[in-house]
């Protein structure tokens, strides 16, 4: 982790409904993202993952930029950073040049709704995730709690403290969703290993990154598909395809740093 080239897989999560408080820090930045559609991209490992995306999460207290992506007519919320990457790869207007336009700030992003590409859920919430790092990836991460402990906990701990984390119980109300069967852990690989190792909160960073670690191997060499177009194939190979699959229908794309 954090060593050596990183080939991430970016989701295009389109925002389907702002949330009041952000509808109302865009309104000044109206007429630069009249006609167009906003993507807020989350960076990740595991593409094959994403029938199971139940939220979005991000940084309450990271700043999130609006910028203009090589598509005339689509925007990417992410940070700052990771639009200058991007800006290298090819995914801006002009190679080497982001063009920030808009700001905003993670906690008022809370409650806005998105698309998930390939989720089934149809619709899903913008959560806040205390331990989204503002230095990887686009700080902007899909939540998948069948397969991720880190996500798992955070879901299962923003449905406890709704009121603490101000937000609307509902949000955080969809269940995890079997995606991958693994010999050890059964159908739910997170939640079923936060179990095991008597995981308490989100902030448990040891326990999760060994339990993050666990459930990355036992998916990978021994998981199974249960859903999607690669269903009973072996993770192993399903992985790249529907990563494929989601580029070629333009809802992903490669994003290294
Ligand atoms: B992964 P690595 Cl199902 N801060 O995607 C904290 N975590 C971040 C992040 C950030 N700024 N950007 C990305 N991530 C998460 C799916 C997933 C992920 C599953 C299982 C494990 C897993 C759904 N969330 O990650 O430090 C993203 O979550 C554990 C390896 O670059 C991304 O992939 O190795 C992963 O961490 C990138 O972590």
């Known amino acids: 982790e ?5 080939d991430y897989t970016g989701i295009k999560i389109e925002v389907t409904q702002w949330s009041p408080a952000a509808a109302e820090a865009l309104k000044s930045f109206e007429s630069e993202l009249a006609g167009k559609k906003v993507f807020m991209v989350a960076a990740t490992l595991r593409p094959e993952t994403m029938y199971g995306q139940s939220n979005c999460f991000v940084g309450p207290s ?11 007519d689509e925007v990417f919320l992410i940070t700052r950073r990771a639009a200058n990457n991007m800006a290298f790869q090819g995914l801006s207007p002009e190679r080497g040049v982001a ?9 008022v992003l809370v409650g806005t709704k998105v698309k998930a590409p390939l989720s089934v859920y149809e619709e899903v919430y913008v959560l806040p995730m205390e ?6 990836g686009t700080g902007v991460v899909t939540s998948v709690p069948s397969d991720s402990p880190d996500d798992y906990m955070t879901c299962q701990d923003l449905r406890k ?14 269940d995890a969703v079997p995606i991958i069967r693994t010999p050890t852990y059964g159908d739910l690989t997170a939640p079923e290993l936060c179990k095991r190792m008597k995981i308490q909160s989100p902030k448990d960073a040891k326990l999760l990154a060994e339990a993050k670690e666990a459930a990355y ?10 859903i999607g177009k690669y269903a009973g194939e072996k993770v192993e190979k399903a992985k790249p395809l529907v990563r494929k699959d989601l580029i070629d229908a333009s809802l992903a794309f490669v994003y290294n740093e």
């Open 131 to 136: 331990t989204v790092l503002a230095t990887k």
């Open 2 to 6: 954090g060593v050596g080239p990183q």
């Open 62 to 72: 990271i700043t999130y930029g609006l910028f203009a992506s090589n598509k005339s």
């Open 161 to 174: 403290k709704a009121e603490y984390y101000k937000i609307d119980p509902s949000w955080a109300s969809l």
């Open 217 to 226: 191997k036992e998916g990978f060499y021994q998981g199974v598909m249960l």
């Open 99 to 107: 063009t920030q336009l808009g700001q905003i700030k993670g906690d």
